[in-house]
């Protein structure tokens, strides 16, 4: 199974709502545990980014140790800090073109990253933030 | 206002539902916007740590630059990253003897830490651990 295709398939659904694009899915032992998308614009909730509403989904386990999170955008530190906390081992990013992120954090403390800079996604973010400057800026802090 | 009461008037409400002790509550210009507790039991929601459901709760704001979060206990990282991500400014955390938490790598970040180590906090967070052990190391992800 293409398991970012799965993230990125969440992005996608989140835009068909008016939300912001931005999915993860998490991935333990082949199988996926949890899936979300960005919530601000749906629950109008300003702690649901992609990756944390796909960990409230995959809801409470023993342990996500070992597990791989794949996420449209590379990671805030919010979302960051949740990766670390859970000790998911590895996390394939969509892109890193529209927001840096914390990819050489996370390195930094053990994690596994992959990037893959997916032209779709980078289009489909671009697009998205030239068109609501605001809404992006607001989910991102600035 | 004592605001740190409020945080653990909300820890305490928390262990009345039979959850885990832990609550805060998020100030801005001297207004309380937003506050919460642990809902991992009552929610069955592992990303809601005290300060995760207080952020939850303030909702979306343009800015939380400038507020102040106090807290009952050290923040995991998951919270930490939170708080550099909402760029609140200064953290009163109520101890950190229970939960080391991450307060050199906040300061590290620019954020102010008071750190109270209040013995009503200590000592209901130290019985809590003792009785639920379990239950405490899941939700740190030990």
Redesign the interface.
């Known amino acids: 199974m293409n398991y970012y295709k799965e993230a990125l398939a969440q992005a996608k659904k989140s835009l068909s709502e008016g939300g912001i694009p931005i999915g993860a899915v998490l991935v333990q032992e082949g199988e996926i545990i949890g899936k979300g998308h960005n919530q ?1 614009v749906q629950q ?5 980014h992609g990756e ?1 509403d796909c ?2 989904n ?8 070992g597990a791989t999170m794949y996420t449209t955008l590379s990671p ?7 990766i ?4 998911i081992k590895k996390v394939v990013i969509g892109e890193n073109v529209n927001f840096e992120g914390n990819i050489p954090f996370l390195q930094s403390q053990g994690v596994e990253v992959e990037l893959l800079n997916d032209e779709e996604t980078i289009n489909m973010m671009a697009t998205f933030i030239k068109e609501n400057p605001t809404l992006w800026n ?1 989910d991102i ?1 600035e």
């Open positions: 601000r109008d909730n300003p702690i649901l944390m960990m409230q995959a809801g409470r386990q023993q342990s996500y140790a805030c530190m919010m979302c960051t800090g949740t670390l906390q859970f000790k607001e802090a």
